[in-house]
């Protein structure tokens, strides 16, 4: 397990954990499949619709941390070394195992809806998601973990009057959101170059 990433071992985790990415997209396809009849395998945005559906009503938290051998590798760094970093709660073995697959789906489609983009560590030194695994490309940087932690826990705070629709498009409406952000900031600059982000001034590279 990872209680931190830094540049010493942010590589070494990159790596470990895009190997570990088709198996959970596996994974995800069969379950899915066998609980409601949905094909993922093109990758496209709606799916992120029926996918969270299904996904937020499995997801439960625990009072305590669960983690081991079996938790996802970023578990430790992301829930237990620094619980308030999406805040608490944690999260149950199978939850986590949802989570781990869904971040993998949404990196995917994240680079077949960006052009440009993929995999990658994140090189910014001032970025919040320094080291960590991302979506990366020119003017795009979006992080598939923290992005699905922070739905899960967003539906869990959910208020009684918030429809289950709405609880089932969450995780399509900020997707939505991050590529309405993202156009957005290409036009921005578009038109006047010093809107660029400056923490994308610096980058490192990792051996």
């Not at 942010?10 to 066998?34: N, V």
């Not at 070394?81 to 199978?94: I, T, V």
């Amino acid at each position: 397990m990872y209680k931190q990433l830094n540049k010493d071992s942010a590589k070494e985790f990159f790596e470990i954990y895009l190997s570990k990415k088709d198996s959970s997209l596996d994974w995800l396809q069969d379950r899915l499949k066998k609980d409601i009849g949905v094909d993922i395998s093109d990758y496209h945005p709606d799916i992120l619709l029926p996918l969270w559906a299904w996904a937020r009503k499995k997801i439960c938290i625990v009072q305590t941390s669960s983690a081991n051998g079996d938790m996802p590798m970023w578990y430790d760094y992301e829930v237990v070394s620094h619980p308030n970093r999406g805040g608490a709660p944690y999260f149950s073995q199978s939850s986590a195992q949802i989570i781990d697959s869904a971040a993998y789906y949404l990196g995917e489609v994240f680079i077949r809806s960006v052009s440009g983009t993929k995999w990658d560590i994140d090189p910014f030194p001032k970025s919040y998601y320094f080291c960590c695994p991302v979506i990366l490309g020119e003017d795009f940087e979006q992080y598939p973990i923290q992005f699905v932690l922070s739905a899960a826990r967003e539906t869990m705070r959910s208020k009684a009057d918030v429809s289950e629709r709405e609880k089932d498009s969450l995780l399509l409406k900020w997707y939505n959101s991050a590529i309405q952000d993202h156009l957005d900031y290409k036009q921005a600059i578009a038109e006047d170059p010093s809107m660029a982000d400056p923490r994308m001034n610096r980058r490192v590279k990792f051996k």
